[in-house]
């Protein structure tokens, strides 16, 4: 988390990476789903997220569950918007 409050976002997701390896928790998923976050690289969040909610659902962590949920709406919405504004920048260069 350390990197992630340094706002060293790359290394934090590098971390997680390796910590997967080693053994797949949800902190690692959330760290690494906050990071992509904070890169606004929303689609790769919500992958994170919800292999930390898969994790969660399995070991019976409702309220983990639950917060991370809300944070995977909340990174839906936010790659929706990303998505649209994408698609209003293409409408504009091919009508110009």
């Not at 898969?54 to 790659?79: F, G, P, Q, S, Y």
């Amino acid at each position: 988390m350390c990197f992630y409050n340094l706002k060293n976002y790359q290394k934090t997701i590098e971390y997680s990476n390796k910590s997967h390896w080693v053994s797949p928790t949800i902190k690692a998923f959330y760290r690494q789903g906050l990071a992509h976050k904070a890169k606004k690289e929303y689609n790769m969040a919500c992958e994170c997220l919800k292999e930390a909610i898969k994790i969660a659902r399995v070991l019976k962590k409702e309220k983990e569950c639950l917060d991370l949920c809300n944070e995977l709406t909340k990174c839906e919405k936010l790659d929706s918007l990303k998505e649209k504004e994408r698609l209003n920048k293409m409408k504009g260069f091919l009508f110009k």
